[in-house]
């Protein structure tokens, strides 16, 4: 089976990377767009939220993210140990850059490429040209309940709510709107005291990559999809905390 994967470059992209590989499923090639610029997302987020909640996040993520990732270092390292996640750098020749998911130049790479089937790593979201471009399924490992925890960060945001029995992640096919496609599988991993708003994706993808490879080796052995899992509605989509939601739910336990 021909696999490719579009991505933004990082540890999470590398860890899918080497977990493929190790799983005997090597992608044929990392297509990876740049990061958008922060003024990008800033614009962005302050047109959906209004400015006071986008600079609201500018401050969680100048103020208390730092913090936090130093706090986290050695979970991290004792969760990737734990599940077997590879950081190593993805070969160079296994990696093609690309100005955007969306680009007219992405759409050439996929049709030579001509991939069964593709893997999101952190795009952007893709427009439905370039999920025409792929004659297979398009996959995505979210990190939240779908649908009732679209967008960013939804482990954490079950936890704000009370919802504890809802963090997870969500192995779905890929549509054009934000994480509404086709929901396969559901995990639940359960966070420990030691975990905060940093470890907690890590605790999703590594839930989530062994659902994600039955996946695949079925369409390597030329099994259909699985069934999709029965959901309803169209749930809510979740953005970055602000500082102050953030101290918000310290007060709750959830860091």
Known sequence: MRLVVLASAGPPTNILFNFLEDAGIPPV???????????????????????GAAIGQV??????????????????????????????????????????????????????????????????????????????????????????????????????IDRPNEFGATVHLVDAGVDTGAVLKHVRPIPGPQDNFVTYPLLQLAAALPALVEILNGLKQGEPLPHPVSTSGFGQQW????????????????R
């Open 239 to 254: 953005y970055h905390p602000t500082l102050g939601q953030y101290f918000k739910g310290l007060l709750r336990g959830v």
């Open 29 to 51: 090639a990392v297509l990876v767009e740049p990061p958008q610029s922060r003024w990008t997302l800033l614009r962005g987020r302050a047109r959906k939220l209004g400015w």
């Open 59 to 160: 401050l969680f993520m100048i103020l208390a993210l730092p913090l936090l990732r130093r706090r986290a270092a050695a979970r991290l390292e004792s969760i990737r140990e734990a599940n077997g996640l590879r950081t190593d750098p993805i070969p160079a020749d296994r990696m093609i850059a690309i100005s955007s998911v969306n680009s007219a130049e992405t759409r050439d790479q996929l049709f030579s490429l001509a991939p069964d089937a593709a893997v999101l790593s952190g795009t952007r979201v893709v427009k439905p040209d370039t999920l025409r471009a792929i004659d297979g399924p398009v996959l995505n490992i979210h990190a939240g309940i779908t649908p009732e925890f679209r967008g960013v960060h939804g482990g954490y945001w079950a936890l704000w």
